[in-house]
């Protein structure tokens, strides 16, 4: 069957689609009427007078930079963007860390490969929320796959819970295989080496 050309008026309808639909997200971004309502979200009674006190999510997170998965918001940016400033430690003596060092991860299958960013997660967690209970600080050390994140393990501790969720396969899934040309591991800078990023013991 011969396959059909694409012509001017197609390309320019397409564009305008395209167009329409980045629009469309940017409007988003700033209607509260996106965000389901306490009183019908099935978690809150509706009947309680109390319920007047809260805040609802659309007044809260509608200035915030948007996204069209989990609770529509991208909190990274909100952070980069200094809309959001979270408290960083509890008690003034606790050194705070941002490591900036990326992961790839190989063992993915058909899958593109995992880019794990630490500087990301580091803005938020400490590194002991995840080392070395969770992950092991050593590459391939950890045997992590799919079917026990979808279990909750993992990277499924936090997303689909408190991050974005695990439906969401391309932010993880980011480096095409064919595209990447370095060693798997830990992505060290010039001068870099692994004693630059050992975890310390955590307190008891």
């Given at each position: 069957?011969p396959?059909?050309?694409?012509t001017?008026?197609?390309v320019i ?8 639909c ?7 971004a ?6 389901q309502?306490?009183e ?5 009674d509706?009947?309680?007078?109390a319920l ?6 659309g ?5 915030l ?6 609770n529509?918001?991208?909190w ?11 408290r ?7 050194s705070?860390?941002?490591i900036?060092?990326?992961?790839i991860?190989n ?5 593109h490969?995992?880019r794990?960013p630490h500087?990301?997660?580091?803005e938020?967690?400490?590194c ?5 209970k969770?992950?092991i600080?050593k ?17 499924g ?5 408190v ?6 396969c391309?932010r993880?899934?980011?480096v095409?295989r ?11 800078k ?12 955590p307190?008891e």
């Open positions: 069957m396959t059909k050309a694409i001017k008026p197609n309808s397409i564009t305008l689609f395209l167009l329409l980045f629009v469309s997200v940017s409007v988003l700033a209607d509260p009427s996106k965000w309502r306490l019908d979200d099935g978690l809150h509706p009947s309680n007078d007047d006190e809260l805040q609802q999510p007044d809260a997170l509608s200035g930079p948007y996204d069209y998965a989990g529509r918001v991208n990274i940016k909100a952070l980069q963007d200094g809309l959001i400033a979270p960083t430690n509890l008690f003034p003596d606790t705070i860390r941002v900036d060092l990326d992961i991860m063992n993915t299958g058909e899958m490969l995992v794990f500087r990301q997660h580091t938020w967690l400490d002991n929320n995840c080392h070395n969770i992950f600080d590459v391939d050390a950890t045997p992590v796959n799919m079917f026990s994140i979808l279990q909750g393990e993992y990277c501790r936090c997303h689909g819970a991050s974005f969720p695990l439906t969401e391309n993880c899934h980011s095409p064919n595209s990447f040309k370095g060693q798997f591991g830990a992505q060290y010039e001068g870099e080496s692994r004693e630059d990023f050992k975890v310390e013991a307190l």
